[in-house]
T-cell receptor, first 113, second 112 residues
């Protein structure tokens, strides 16, 4: 089964702090995604990528940067964290084939005080 | 505004009962649908996909798609406590390749 790992699993920072969330997939998938999950909103797409060096903007990109350094690694950067970014963050990968099935990591819970 | 709407927001059914979840798309470009399930403390996991009009059955789970009305449903028969989870509907389509559009989810509680 497809494997997606995320680190850290939990993170607490202060307003204005810098945070980097990491994601690695070992499935040789082309597509990788960053979502945030908030009650009442479901999964909202922040950024995604279809290969190393590529970046596509999702639906809620403000305040977030992302970088895809290799096919395996996708990072989400919060350079000036705000309390509104307190959320549960998921990374996912997909081969981008006809089905678009996505495989999710275990999530990172971020708290911005 | 979310392009994929789910109802109800939460649903409680007795063990052994039938659970019915609904999903509607507001974008006629969304023609292909997924159901994902998320247990507490875990990431979402794909449950089943449906791309053609009609029913698709996988064990106790049956998905139904009506492309004309852009409505998809998920029916779980003989519900088990282990089915208690958050269920997402996701739609594929439109001009953005490689992405799915997720609904807000339905929280299913199966009461023993």
């Amino acid at each position: 089964e497809a494997a997606v790992t995320q680190s850290p699993r939990n993170k607490v920072t202060v307003t204005g702090g810098n945070v980097t969330l990491s994601c690695r997939q070992t499935n040789s998938h082309n597509y990788m995604y960053w979502y945030r999950q908030d009650t009442g909103h479901g999964l909202r797409l922040i950024h995604y990528s279809y290969g190393a060096g590529n970046l596509q903007i999702g639906d809620v990109p403000d305040g977030y940067k992302a970088t895809r350094t290799t096919q395996e690694d996708f990072f989400l950067l919060l350079e000036l964290a705000s309390p509104s970014q307190t959320s549960l963050y998921f990374c996912a990968s997909s081969d981008g084939g006809g089905s678009y099935e996505q495989y999710f990591g275990p999530g990172t819970r971020l708290t911005v005080l | 505004q979310q392009k994929v709407q789910q109802s109800p927001e939460s649903l409680s059914v007795p063990e052994g009962g039938m659970a019915s979840l609904n999903c509607t798309s507001s974008d006629r470009n969304f023609q292909y649908f997924w159901w994902y399930r998320q247990h507490s403390g875990e990431g979402p996991k794909a449950l089943m996909s449906i791309f053609s009009d009609g029913d698709k059955k996988e064990g106790r789970f049956t998905a139904h798609l009506n492309k004309a009305s852009l409505h998809v449903s998920l029916h779980i028969r003989d519900s088990q406590p282990s089915d208690s989870a958050l269920y997402f509907c996701a739609a594929k389509g439109g001009s953005a390749l490689g992405r799915l559009h997720f609904g807000a989810g339905t929280q299913l509680i199966v009461i023993p």
